[in-house]
């Protein structure tokens, strides 16, 4: 059923749907989108991520690479809803991509491989979705493969993922065979005799009624297990759910995070499509369902509930630059805005104009004329608002928390090949860090190098590629580099320091005494003060954890930033005219630095789960090469023919690997990685 919405009707916000598109690289995330659209009646023609000819995957690099880089949204109508979809990267490498896009959305269709089940990548973008409380579907992809099985990557989800999966529609046939699907709620037969997405609705096949009651039942248990008003009615005679009861169970279930709701089909061959729309409008939240959003105004929290009549409060999420100017993302969490009006960045505290409102439709982009709570939109006017940044209206100042920016894991050095281009480059470099803030770029102290920082080697690439294109500088590029930390591992007690300057006018004095401890590896930093009879005043204390975290910049192995580490201020003293914030950010900030050159420290560096799905006659190789890269082979399956190995390795080890799989396995071998933090790292790692 397709139904169209002009593009400026405002729908009530009850009938509109903001959700992303999550996954594994290479699970249909995009097929899963495009067919939306086509069954939508957004599109008339079906695109192939084989062919680069869909609407997502606009960017020339996303054509040429097979694979979504950039979180691009598109916007469509079903049902009398409206329905704003990103389609989200499912490569490690841009999951801030991911994490910026889940901060604005109300709900997701999670989709997953029929032959592979959950994959690292999707437990990784499924554990973000966790922390933003994103209610999920899922929908189980490709079961015309062969090796499909729904019953495996239902048990997958439970057993990696932990939900309690509901799964909803029982497949008729089986790889190449699989022609529909039985729906559970409404016990009825959807199947699809040809490629075209139309189902054709009938009553369940003969051969597989009992297996349908039997998965009915089972199901209804279920429900009845986790839904108290559908415990009630499972209880009293005949023992049954009416098919209402179910879908509103289900739904409470699904923005509860209780339950998930499991669908199936085939998104190439245009299976499923109009079934998983109907569980989305169904299940998955409007903007009334979700909590009103939280922010801060001067200290205290505010919060703003999803109504356009409200005090107008955006966030931005993404930031692009296009031909005809910068666009800037936003979604809407309450009030309305129209073109002309001027916004409040409280943030940086300046004043925006809103010259243009767009909806935004991949790489296509349609003119509106406001916008309001629960919208996603694209404004032209902003200059200097960048991802994670606020606008609200300057009568009611509204700060929201911005998303959490990874850290970067891999560096390259870069310098323009002519002289004459520096320039260019530098400003190259500084509009795509504004763009993707998951780049940072900073200058050498030591070589005056320029250097690139990113989430992965395949990140780097792509940010190089977008330099050289479009008639850009030609960039020389160097080996990359890891992010090196340092941890203390035996830390120091009753560590004292005095700073005591004194020039031709006011000195500086400080006194402190510190204790130093271990905290773990992934555990950061923590500072607490244990000082007794005011020896150190209070906003004194405040000085010495501003210079204890000057201090971890820098570690006394390598220079690299410290972690693991918790710092106790536990005594000290002052002067009565020479003693004064500055001073005692110095003494912290040096004492700190001195002490941790008399703990002893571990050199960490980042490492990776990677798995390597290969044939079993390369298993030997493969494994023998991942030995050799200090890998730690932590699991191993069968798969359908092929072995799939599972790995811990450092990220150091991992450039140049997918050539080195390649040639060991004659191109049959694949991999991906999935960060799991940092371990200790041998000395020599210093030189990388």
């Known amino acids: 059923m397709r139904t169209e919405l002009h593009p400026n009707s405002v729908n009530p916000l009850a009938s509109v749907r903001n959700l992303g598109i999550l996954a594994h690289v290479d699970a249909g995330k995009t097929t899963v989108t495009e067919r939306i659209l086509f069954a939508t009646g957004t599109i008339h023609k079906r695109g192939e991520v084989h062919d680069g000819t869909t609407v997502t995957d606009f960017d020339p690099q996303e054509r040429d690479r097979g694979i979504t880089i950039f979180a691009a949204a598109v916007s469509c109508a079903w049902a009398g809803h409206r329905v704003n979809l990103i389609d989200t990267p499912g490569h490690v490498d841009f999951a801030d991509e991911v994490e910026r896009s889940l901060r604005v959305l109300d709900g997701a269709i999670a989709v997953f491989d029929a032959v592979a089940g959950v994959e690292p990548q999707s437990e990784s973008v499924w554990r973000q979705a966790d922390r933003h409380g994103v209610p999920r579907i899922a929908f189980v992809n490709k079961l015309d493969r062969a090796g499909a099985s729904l019953d495996s990557a239902v048990e997958s989800i439970r057993a990696r993922l932990h939900p309690v999966p509901l799964v909803v529609q029982l497949p008729v046939g089986a790889e190449d065979g699989f022609t529909g699907v039985v729906d559970l709620v409404r016990m009825r037969a959807l199947l699809w005799p040809d490629d075209s997405g139309t189902a054709v609705t009938g009553p369940v096949p003969e051969a597989l009624r009992a297996e349908a009651d039997r998965r009915r039942h089972a199901l209804e248990e279920t429900v009845a297990a986790l839904h108290p008003a559908a415990l009630e009615e499972f209880c009293a005679p005949p023992g049954r759910l009416s098919d209402a009861t179910l879908a509103t169970a289900l739904r409470d279930l699904t923005l509860t995070g209780e339950g998930v709701v499991v669908l199936c089909g085939s998104a190439y061959r245009n299976r499923g499509i109009e079934p998983l729309l109907d569980a989305a409008v169904a299940y998955l939240p409007s903007p009334l369902d979700v909590a009103a959003v939280r922010g801060t105004h001067e200290g205290a929290e505010r919060r703003r509930a999803a109504d356009p009549e409200g005090p107008f409060a955006a966030l931005v999420f993404k930031v692009t630059a296009t031909p005809t100017g910068r666009l800037t993302h936003v979604r809407v969490y309450s009030g309305t805005i129209e073109k002309g009006d001027t916004v409040w960045d409280p943030a940086t505290r300046r004043t925006e104009r809103v010259a243009r409102i767009l909806r935004v439709m991949a790489g296509r982009h349609e003119p509106l004329d406001r916008a309001v709570a629960g919208d996603i939109v694209a404004v032209v006017g902003p200059k200097s608002a960048r991802p994670g940044a606020t606008l609200c209206t300057p009568d009611a100042p509204l700060l929201l928390e911005p998303p959490v920016v990874p850290e970067p894991v891999v560096s390259v050095a870069v310098e323009a090949r002519r002289r004459t281009d520096t320039g260019r480059l530098a400003q190259a470099l500084a509009r795509l860090a504004e763009e993707d803030p998951s780049l940072v770029v900073r200058t050498d102290a030591e070589t005056g190098q320029t250097v690139l920082s990113g989430m992965g080697e395949l990140h780097l690439e792509v940010t190089v590629a977008k330099i050289r294109g479009d008639g ?121 630095r001195e002490a941790l050159r008399g703990c002893a420290t571990v050199l960490l560096e980042p490492v990776a789960e990677v798995t390597v799905t290969v044939p079993e006659d390369a298993v030997g190789g493969v494994l023998g090469d991942l030995a050799a890269r200090r890998g730690r082979v932590t699991g191993s399956a069968a798969r359908g023919g092929s072995a799939v190995l599972t790995a811990t390795v450092p990220v150091a080890e991992l450039f140049g690997y997918a050539t080195r799989l390649r040639g060991r396995t004659r191109g049959r071998g694949t991999f991906t990685t999935r960060p799991t933090g940092y371990a200790p790292a041998p000395l020599t790692a210093t030189a990388r």
Do not use: M
Not at 530 to 557: F, H, I, K, M, S
């Open 472 to 592: 850009g500088p030609e960039v020389a590029v160097g080996r990359p580099r890891v992010a090196l930390r340092e941890a203390v591992v035996r830390g120091v007690t009753g560590f004292g320091y005095r700073h005591v300057h004194q020039t031709g006018g006011a000195g500086q004095f400080a006194h402190v005494v510190l204790d130093v401890e271990p905290l773990g590896h992934e555990a950061g930093f923590e500072f607490r003060s244990a000082v007794v009879g005011g020896r150190v005043p209070q906003e004194y204390v405040r000085a010495v954890e501003a210079g204890c975290r000057d201090a971890l910049t820098e570690g006394p192995l390598g220079g690299h930033p410290v972690t693991g580490v918790r710092v106790t201020l536990t005594d000290g003293s002052t002067h009565v005219k020479d003693s004064s914030d500055t001073a005692f950010r110095t003494a912290g900030r040096l004492g700190l």
